[in-house]
């Protein structure tokens, strides 16, 4: 039986790690915090990778439950997903080093114990590497992982994959990939599958399972830079075809990497923040326009943090928990943000309102109104988990908001401005064309007119040369 203990201050801060939500509750394991030695494994290590933070959503309560058997040695920058009961793991960072892994251990969602299912080996699997993306697919019956891309040392690493592409591009000593592999969870073993248009070599991107043999991905660092596109897969036995959803909207976001993404439906993929960025846009997979929404920048100033969906039973509606991550300052942070959502006529959802998970026994409370107004001055969190080091931070997201607003509009006001400029340019040089046309056509006419003329000319000639043998014999 797993030792529980409740954790009225919630968990430790923390950034590279997941989160997912089962059954009304959030699980969170792993990432780089307070305390992790620097070391491929310790006594200390062991004691913070064997328990798993749990918060009962409702409640808003925090529980540390004890796990058993032994944990991942990536216990940062790996990457998750939930199927069947249980959470599996794959890869990470040791935090030493160039220390990287390719293990794949589940975590059993009934009795928290870890079991290995592949250990880290030079002889299979994917290359040892941390920042990659895992989702689960089931195929023909069949229930499988699969691994995408990724950053690993070029030393001491398995031989690379034959189609994939490795890019050193800007990196000392690691290698950047588009590798692509599955497991299968019923034979146990690693595949190949032929991935057509994998796109470039990435890593701290995002990708989410779609259904059971589709996937979505977006963002990344690439060698060509910070990617802003999105990437939907389409997985068979044998392979993964690529297509690049080329956004219909005139406004899209910026390249993201180290952000965090959710679907928050079967149409909508949610971005929130990520490194130099502090937005929050939702994509339309099928309309596929991209639109922006204003949040506190206490939600979107942060990167190496995660998203979950939790979608609640009795009509209560969708909302996204954002937890931890760095804010501007590099500081960890802790506290749980939610983001409630609604979804209107047309298949658009927006925001309703935004705040903090209560860390008290009361029940959950939203922290703000309908979002736009202002946040009580009441809303405050726990000392110990203050995002920023300033005592005001718990007030200063509505000026922040509002500062947020006010550039938003002087931004569409310059572009609409420019755009006017540009309309009246565009105007003045197709009436300088118009006239050009105009005058041309004029210099053909006279051009044709005396064409002719010369043609007159030359035909009275011909008639005169004509007649001149018959005035001479005459």
Not at 14 to 42: A, C, E, F, M
Not at 105 to 133: E, I, N, R
Not at 147 to 153: A, D, H, K, R, Y
Not at 174 to 196: D, M
Request: aromatic share 8%; proline share 6%.
């Amino acid at each position: 039986m797993e030792e529980t203990r409740v954790n009225a201050a919630g968990p430790t801060p923390r950034y590279y790690h997941n989160t997912h939500i089962v059954n009304d509750k959030l699980y969170l394991w792993g990432g780089d915090q307070p305390g992790l030695p620097q070391l491929h494994n310790s006594p200390e290590k062991l004691k913070l990778s064997s328990v798993v933070d749990v918060i009962q959503l409702p409640t808003g309560e925090w529980e540390t439950v004890a796990t058993t058997g032994n944990p991942p040695l990536g216990i940062r920058g790996y990457a998750s997903t939930v199927m069947n009961q249980q959470i599996l793991f794959f890869g990470g960072s040791c935090n030493h080093d160039d220390c990287r892994h390719n293990s794949l251990f589940s975590l059993s969602l009934v009795d928290f114990k870890w079991t290995k299912l592949s250990p880290t080996s030079m002889l299979q699997g994917p290359m040892l590497k941390a920042y990659c993306g895992m989702a689960g697919l089931r195929i023909n019956g069949e229930d499988y992982l699969l691994v995408v891309g990724g950053v690993g040392p070029m030393a001491n690493n398995r031989p690379y994959q034959t189609e994939a592409e490795y890019s050193d591009k800007g990196l000392q000593g690691f290698v950047r990939t588009n590798e692509h592999h599955y497991y299968k969870l019923s034979t146990g073993k690693w595949v190949s599958p032929s991935a057509i248009s994998p796109g470039q070599p990435r890593y701290l991107f995002t990708m989410s399972s779609l259904n059971d043999n589709t996937v979505i991905l977006f963002g990344g660092n690439t060698p060509n830079g910070i990617s802003n596109t999105v990437y939907v897969g389409t997985c068979t036995e044998s392979s993964i075809t690529w297509q690049k959803l080329v956004p219909e909207s005139i406004e899209v976001p910026l390249g993201h990497y180290g952000h965090a993404s959710v679907l928050i439906n079967e149409e909508e993929l949610m971005i929130v923040g990520g490194v130099g960025t502090s937005d929050c846009w939702i994509f339309n997979l099928y309309t596929r326009w991209w639109k922006q929404i204003l949040l506190p920048k206490t939600v979107t100033g942060r990167y190496d943090h995660s998203l979950s969906i939790w979608k609640q039973g009795g009509g209560k509606g969708v909302s996204v928990i954002v937890f931890g991550g760095l804010n501007k300052d590099y500081l960890p942070l802790s506290y749980p943000e939610i983001i409630e959502l609604e979804r209107f006529s047309g298949n658009h959802s927006q925001v309703k309102r935004v705040g903090a998970l209560s860390l008290s026994e009361q029940p959950l409370m939203m922290i703000g109104s309908e979002y736009g107004q202002p946040i009580p001055q009441s809303y405050s969190r726990s000392p110990s988990h203050t995002p920023y080091p300033s005592p005001q931070s718990s007030s200063s997201s509505v000026p922040q908001l509002l500062h947020q607003l006010e550039v938003e509009k002087e931004r569409h006001r310059k572009e609409s401005s420019e755009l006017a400029e540009a309309n009246d340019q565009l105007r003045e040089e197709l009436a300088i064309i118009s006239q050009q046309k105009k005058l041309l056509g004029i210099k053909l006419e006279h051009m044709a007119d005396e064409n002719q003329h010369n043609k007159r000319e030359l035909n009275e000639k011909d008639e005169i040369d004509k007649q001149r043998p018959l005035e001479l014999k005459e």
